[in-house]
């Protein structure tokens, strides 16, 4: 894997990463590659945000992989400051060659350099199998997670 680059995402990439977030069966019922538009707007509040890291996975020119950093100060855990990973997406012809786990640990890495002390990431209840690819990466099923769509 030593022609992949982590790089943050450019406005380019927007499709691909689109594309990677709707390529499954929760994705599909809540993504609309067919309209950009929300996710450009969604871009560009990002990239204004030094706190978020919206990185692709490149391989040969082509995104193969994704996930969004964010960097959180907080008074909790002694003043603590944590991260939280979000949206982590592997091509599906990528799956099973370790790109998931190289990009997770660029995350901790990142996380450490931003002073982090605690990483923490959500995973859909129904997403057995990336539960264990977390499991296998350090990370503990610690905390019952709770979502209000508003």
Sequence with gaps: ??????????????????????DDSLGAR???????TPYTVAFE?????????LVVAERA???????QLTVIPGLSRRGATRSIIEAVR??????????GSRLIEWAVDESRRQN????????????????????????EAS???FKRTI
């Design 116 to 139: 982090c002390q605690l990483v923490q990431l959500t995973s859909d209840v129904s997403r057995t199998d990336a539960h264990r690819f977390y499991e296998r990466l350090g990370f």
């Design 30 to 36: 809540r993504e609309s590659p067919d309209d950009l």
């Design 61 to 67: 020119g082509r995104v193969v992989g994704t996930l």
């Design 90 to 99: 592997i091509h599906s012809d990528e799956r099973g060659t370790g790109l």
């Design 45 to 53: 509040r990002l990239a204004g945000d030094p706190n978020q890291h």
């Design 143 to 145: 905390h019952v997670g």
């Design 1 to 22: 894997m030593s022609d992949l680059q982590i790089r943050p995402a450019s406005p380019a990439d927007i499709p691909a990463i689109v594309e990677m977030l709707a």
